[in-house]
């Protein structure tokens, strides 16, 4: 086969163009620190780029999701503090007022506190969190006190693919109908100035802290369990960052040192072309 002038300066301007692509190519992942630009540029990084996102974009709804878990819970065990604190300050009036040194007078005075407790107990059921009433179930938008029948519902929030979690406390277990029927008669007992009724409503008292207690402590499993949820989600993010990185993402070193590379074999590219090109006529006439 007869190799030609022109032959030979076609295939030298064909290897110069890769190699300027080469280049470019090297340039463009050292610019953007990106292996591929466009999913043109390798179909199959591209194509797992795309799931490793999914996931990414997966944990992070979850991770909001979680982070509205919280809300509920935090402020839910807050509030059930606060239900506990107020019970407690009513058992100890209780047991003031059992003493039989107290009179009518005395008794008045620790009933005008006790109305004050009755209506705090009220304001902490009617908590409200974000615009929802966070003791009504799912029926948020209503005042669990304003309520014939509470609602009793669970809200559950997917926390994890599959995994809901019951992100409120039944406020009908808490502040129902017992709750402020026990407050009411103690009330009651002080405005009677009965001694022996009053020191029946410390047992009442004593039986609604406990069952605060309990409610918290169920509670309390329950963010145990979303802390775990949440570390394993971060876990997660972290794995699949990382996945992704090691996918799209260039190692510099490695890059700089091939641009370099092709630098090399670019000059001489270039150097070698310009040997192997012969002079043509018009060079000597020139």
């Known amino acids: 086969m007869r190799i030609t002038q022109s032959m030979l300066s076609s295939n030298m301007l064909k290897n110069l163009s890769n190699s300027y692509a080469s280049m470019d190519k090297y340039l463009n992942q050292l610019s953007t620190g990106?292996?591929?630009?466009?999913?043109s540029d390798d179909p199959a990084i591209a194509s797992k780029g795309i799931d490793y996102r999914s996931q990414v974009t997966e944990v992070k709804q979850f991770q909001r999701n979680i982070g509205e878990v919280h809300t509920w819970m935090d402020n839910s065990d807050a509030a059930l503090d606060k239900t506990t604190k107020a019970l407690q300050k009513m058992r100890e009036?209780?047991?003031?007022?059992?003493n039989d040194t107290y009179g009518a007078d005395e008794r008045e005075n620790v009933k005008e506190e006790v109305e004050q407790l009755k209506e705090h107990l009220t304001d902490i059921a009617?908590?409200?969190v974000n615009g929802n009433y966070i003791f009504n179930g799912t029926n948020t938008g209503e005042k669990p006190t304003d309520s014939d029948y509470p609602d009793k519902s669970d809200v559950?929030?997917?926390?994890?693919n599959g995994t809901k979690l019951k992100a409120n406390v039944d406020g009908s277990k808490i502040?129902?109908?017992?709750?402020?029927d026990d407050v009411k008669g103690f009330i009651k007992d002080l405005n009677n100035n009965d001694q022996e009724a009053i020191e029946e409503s410390i047992d009442n008292l004593d039986g609604q802290i406990n069952n605060v207690i309990n409610e918290r402590a169920d509670l309390g499993a329950r963010m145990n369990r979303l802390d775990l949820v949440e570390n394993r989600l971060n876990e997660q993010e972290t794995t699949a960052k990382k996945t992704m990185s090691d996918n799209e993402d260039v190692d510099f070193e490695e890059v700089i040192t091939n641009l370099k590379?092709?630098?090399?074999?670019h000059r001489a590219a270039l150097?070698?072309?310009g040997r192997v090109i012969?002079?043509?006529?018009?060079?000597?006439l020139r």
């Open 278 to 284: 012969q002079p043509t006529l018009l060079d000597f």
């Open 175 to 180: 502040f129902n109908e017992d709750l402020f």
């Open 156 to 160: 559950n929030i997917e926390v994890a």
């Open 126 to 128: 009617n908590t409200k």
């Open 34 to 39: 990106k292996k591929i630009n466009r999913p």
């Open 271 to 273: 150097s070698a072309g």
């Open 93 to 98: 009036l209780a047991v003031q007022a059992s």
């Open 261 to 265: 590379s092709q630098e090399s074999v």
